[in-house]
């Protein structure tokens, strides 16, 4: 079992920037597929960002066709830690935004079914 904990969610004006975190429990996160998803209200949970893992590279990673451009993916697997650059923040951004991991190769990275592990999520408001 791996825990995830988001932080870094706030308030925030439009053109603004915010980082997430997310502190996972293993510390072999280098060898999990990590991603971020949101949902706000009245829409379905949606795919933001992806890294995943490989035997033989660092993992392609994928964004969200919104995002791409502002927002940034990375890892520290010194610190099993994943996190969400957000830049020129949009309040359309705004929602609950959850860490997701699962171990291995992932089939399908935009999918949230293909990921195991959840955070609790973490706020994300952006005023206009």
């Known amino acids: 079992q791996v825990q995830l904990v988001e932080s870094g969610g706030g308030l925030v004006q439009a053109g603004g920037s915010l980082r997430l975190s997310c502190a996972a429990s293993?510390?072999?996160?280098?060898?999990?597929?990590m991603a971020w998803f949101r949902h706000a209200p009245v829409k379905e949970r949606e795919f933001v960002a992806g890294?995943?893992?490989?035997?033989?590279?660092?993992?392609?990673?994928y964004y969200e066709d919104s995002v791409k451009g502002r927002f940034t993916i990375s890892r520290d697997n010194a610190k099993n830690t994943v996190y969400l650059q957000m830049n020129s923040l949009k309040p359309e951004d705004t929602a609950v935004y959850y860490c997701?991991?699962?171990?291995?190769?992932?089939?399908?990275?935009?999918?949230?079914?293909?990921?195991?592990?959840w955070g609790q999520g973490t706020q994300v408001t952006v005023s206009s």
């Open positions: 997701a991991s699962t171990r291995g190769v992932v089939n399908t990275p935009r999918g949230p079914s293909d990921y195991d592990y």
């Open positions: 890294i995943m893992w490989s035997r033989w590279s660092t993992g392609n990673i």
């Open positions: 293993t510390r072999t996160i280098s060898t999990y597929a």
